[in-house]
């Protein structure tokens, strides 16, 4: 068998492919048209965010057996034409979900303890400690959208808090000892503190607009480290100036190119980001929530796991 490798990864990945009697060619740099050309001499490729595997693609791809994304999502796939073709598909949400929940959690702690502002005034000489009093996790409730390995991985951190977690999933029975599953109105009703952890799907763009924001019973925090495309940016800060959320904690944007890896190519900034680079109430990060060296790692090591699960079904 043979295998494209069209994004850089870790070494694990290559040589764990390669231990399990694959072929791995690598191109990290070629342009989707010259990659088009030649896919039909590989049975897989592995990819993270590189460019979306449409239906073009996968009719150039004759022999494709299977599509490994070194990620949680596969929302650069067409699921569907590739359920048509019978062409497998991996993901590894188990290798940064414990990332994703330590990030989140140093996110809502950051903010809710003022310290890069904290920070920025010691280093700029202001010792002021009345106006960084922060606030306590503890007593406050949760709510938690989407409860899959991202959701689950946050409200484990979350357990020691002594705080309530609460969660909605489209999903039944999801719930576990670390978050009770309730239902979508209950969450509006009780929820302090929102984290999203969905996918994106047609159902979870533009999400969290002003209408849903309205919804919620009491001002609020949010925590984004799922998708940019889940909120929509004008009316969170619209919220954010009159006091419906508090605060914002933001690993994504909806801004982000499809590949994550860029979101502005000039100077002309959104007037809703220049609010968020600008406010106190806001905390971002480069979509880096599920980045980290163990992550790296550990996202790998469940592709080649689930490639060899997959090789022993044929």
């Keep these: 068998m043979k295998v494209l490798l069209l994004d850089t990864n870790h070494p694990r990945i290559k040589n764990g492919l390669e231990s399990l009697g694959i072929t791995c060619d690598e191109d990290y740099t070629s342009p989707k048209e010259e990659i088009e050309k030649i896919i039909r001499n590989y049975e897989g490729i592995v990819i993270r965010s590189r460019f979306k595997i449409d239906k073009g693609f996968m009719d150039k791809a004759t022999n494709l057996k299977f599509i490994a994304r070194v990620g949680a999502g596969l929302e650069s796939i067409d699921e569907e034409y590739a359920a048509k073709k019978n062409i497998h598909l991996i993901s590894a949400p188990e290798g940064n979900r414990n990332a994703v929940g330590e990030h989140a959690l140093g996110m809502i702690l950051a903010l809710f303890n003022k310290l890069k502002k904290a920070d920025l005034e010691i280093r700029n000489g202001k010792w002021l400690r009345e106006d960084n009093r922060g606030l306590e996790l503890e007593g406050r409730t949760v709510g938690i959208i989407g409860y899959g390995n991202m959701g689950k991985s946050f409200a484990k951190k979350l357990c020691g808090f002594d705080c309530e ?150």
């Design 165 to 314: 977690v609460i969660c909605y999933d489209i999903k039944e029975n999801t719930g576990d000892q670390y978050a009770k599953q309730v239902s979508l109105e209950e969450l509006l009703e009780k929820t302090d503190v929102l984290s999203l952890h969905t996918p994106q799907t047609e159902l979870t763009k533009k999400m969290i607009n002003s209408t849903f924001i309205s919804k919620f019973k009491k001002p609020f925090y949010l925590i984004n480290t799922a998708r940019g495309s889940a909120v929509v940016t004008d009316d969170l800060v619209d919220s954010l100036k009159n006091g419906k959320i508090q605060g914002a904690c933001l690993d994504v944007l909806e801004y982000e190119k499809a590949s994550f890896e860029n979101f502005f190519t000039d100077d002309n900034l959104p007037k809703a980001f220049q609010y968020l680079i600008h406010s106190d109430q806001v905390l971002l990060s480069p979509h880096v929530a599920g980045w980290t060296v163990e992550s790296k790692f550990k996202l790998a090591d469940t592709i080649v796991k689930k490639t060899e699960s997959f090789l022993k079904t044929l």
